[in-house]
């Protein structure tokens, strides 16, 4: 009942953009603080970037700093992620996380991502 849903992925050029979303349903979505990992075959997942319940904090990996924003619309339970100058290196699947004060953990099933020319 609990579903996290990625969309906007797909293939995009070096140095292109896209932007992706994450819906979320079936809990208190302003509650939980929002977050968005990815993950390339043999590779363990890694955070990209966080944001709090109010969107009034956010934090980046330094690998995607200063190219990639978080912000999330808590009327429309969805979280974002603007990709810009994108590298091959971002190419991954990209999910989101839903995390709570009490650690309840949700995950989306992923969006893949992949930049190549």
């Known amino acids: 009942q609990v579903h996290l849903v990625e969309s906007g992925g797909g293939l995009v050029q070096p140095g292109g953009s896209l932007r992706l979303s994450c819906v979320a349903s079936?809990?208190?979505?302003?509650?939980?603080?929002m977050s968005w990992y990815r993950q390339t075959p043999g590779k363990e997942r890694e955070l990209v970037a966080g944001?709090?319940?109010?969107?009034?904090?956010?934090h980046y990996a330094d690998s995607v700093k200063g190219r990639f924003t978080i912000s999330r619309s808590n009327a429309e339970f969805t979280v974002f992620l603007q990709m810009n100058s994108l590298k091959a290196e971002d190419t991954a699947m990209y999910y989101c996380?839903?995390?709570?004060?009490?650690?309840?953990?949700?995950w989306g099933r992923g969006t893949q991502v992949t930049v190549s020319s």
């Open positions: 944001i709090s319940t109010t969107g009034s904090t956010t």
């Open positions: 079936g809990f208190p979505f302003s509650y939980y603080s």
């Open positions: 996380r839903a995390d709570s004060e009490d650690t309840y953990t949700y």
